[in-house]
């Protein structure tokens, strides 16, 4: 058992409001200089940036989480992560035949760009990523865990997209295991307020530059002998769906 610094929720520069300079590769190595040790990719609407990602953790020596921001019908903003790059990339083309499709229009909104595991330009996604999906607040969970994946609700305390600012409070139903916070201080009136005391409470950064990646993160205690980053990777999933290890 090893304690862990993580970051679940980072933007690459396939996310429309997120930097070009938001590459794998520079995402990976600002990890390294702020100490996060695994790292989630979670552009809005798509993982095909997961696969250069990957690699870049590799050569940076971190842990890398692929995943995903899913925008349900509601507006709503659930962070989506996998213990393998293939689940994602299979829930992705899911995701795909459910999004509400519009040509991105790069002047307002930026570019949508994918990339290799060298940063190389492969493609770009022609339309608008950020925008509601047709898969619903309620749907999500029964989703994602079709590919061996956990999801729960993003940034509830930022009025933004997030559950309670347009709900209005957060549902009982469904029973996500997990909620994230945006800022750590707010750990303790939120888990008050909402009654977050039986969830794992996870505070990330939704970095959208890199100046957004943070030194002082918070950790996770996970299991990881024989080591391995797959082995950590799976045991952090199972950990956030509350299983036994």
Do not use: W
């Amino acid at each position: 058992m090893s304690f862990y610094t993580y970051d679940l929720h980072v933007h690459s520069c396939l996310s429309p409001c997120a930097d070009n300079d938001n590459t794998p590769n520079n995402l990976a190595g600002m990890a390294t200089l702020n100490n996060i040790q695994i790292m989630a990719l979670t552009d809005h609407n798509s993982c095909r940036n997961c696969p250069a990602f990957f690699e870049a953790a590799k050569r940076y020596g971190i842990i890398p989480i692929p995943g995903m921001e899913l925008t349900t019908s509601e507006d709503i903003h659930v962070v989506c992560l996998f213990p393998e790059l293939a689940d994602a990339l299979a829930f992705n083309d899911e995701v795909d035949s459910r999004r509400i499709r519009y040509p991105n229009d790069k002047e307002i909104f930026g570019d949508q760009l994918i990339l290799d595991g060298n940063d190389e330009l492969i493609g770009e996604e022609p339309d608008f990523l950020t925008n509601a999906t047709t898969i619903s607040y309620d749907e999500a969970p029964e989703i994602v865990a079709k590919y061996n994946g956990v999801c729960y609700p993003a940034h509830i305390d930022r009025q933004a997209n997030g559950v309670v600012s347009i709900l209005g409070t957060l549902p009982e139903e469904p029973d996500f295991p997990a909620v994230e916070l945006h800022f750590a201080k707010n750990i303790d009136g939120y888990t008050k307020e909402f009654g977050l005391q039986d969830k794992l409470v996870l505070v990330s950064s939704d970095a959208h530059y890199l100046t957004d990646l943070r030194e002082e993160n918070e950790s996770l205690e996970i299991p990881d002998e024989p080591y391995s980053s797959a082995l950590v990777r799976h045991n952090l999933i199972k950990i956030i769906k509350g299983e036994k290890l």
